[in-house]
């Protein structure tokens, strides 16, 4: 499957694979969304990097990969595994760091209704995480998810907050190939 990076409008094929440190002191790598710490939550799905990608990794720390396998760990949660080209089947992984405005939210959703975003975030979800601002989490915080889509899913952000003259709505489809963004209004003009 693909991978796609989604954020405010932004979309980008790939994803980031970061260096998880576990309690043990072990350092894996892993796709991570959200935030560590009081008032947020990390969302973490391992990766099983190729060797060559695992060398860049081992080195720097982070490195970029465009497709993967989804299987699971022994305890039954998302695991990816790094694959050299895409699998076909017209299904993608799409990892939605979507920011908040200051002092701000985030919504996921179906579809918009009005002002607002209705319906379930489609798709399955691999991970969630949570970001905040303040020391205690409480002036503002949204939700990031990986998620899984089919050929033919669309789906709506909305953000909240002071956004400073960005766009608040955001329409996203993937049509097999690649992923289309449009604000709230330029979905007018194409509809």
């Known amino acids: 499957m693909k991978i796609f990076t989604i954020s405010a409008g932004s979309v980008r094929t790939g994803a980031e694979v970061e260096t998880l440190t576990l309690t043990s002191g072990v350092k894996i790598p892993a796709i991570m969304i959200g935030e560590e710490g009081r008032g947020r939550k990390r ?6 990097l190729l060797p060559d990608t695992y060398a860049v990794w081992e080195a ?4 970029e990969i465009e497709f993967v396998t989804l299987t699971q760990t022994k305890a039954g949660k998302p695991k990816f595994i790094q694959a050299d080209q895409d699998d076909g089947k017209e299904q993608a992984v799409m990892v939605l760091r979507t920011p908040i405005g200051f002092r701000g939210w985030n919504a996921h959703g179906a579809k918009f209704d009005e ?3 209705t319906g379930d975030l489609p798709g ?3 991970a969630s ?3 905040a601002e303040g020391i205690a989490g409480r002036m503002g915080g949204g939700d990031q998810y ?3 889509v ?3 899913t669309s789906w709506a952000v909305k953000l909240g907050g002071r956004l400073y003259g960005k766009p608040s709505r955001y329409h996203y489809a993937f049509d097999g190939k690649t992923v289309t963004a449009l604000t709230a209004e330029e979905m007018e003009l194409v509809e």
């Open 146 to 148: 990986v998620i899984v």
């Open 124 to 126: 399955e979800t691999l």
């Open 43 to 48: 969302g973490v799905i391992p990766a099983s």
């Open 115 to 117: 002002d607002s975003v």
């Open 150 to 152: 089919e050929k033919g």
């Open 60 to 63: 720097k720390g982070k490195v």
């Open 129 to 131: 995480g949570y970001i």
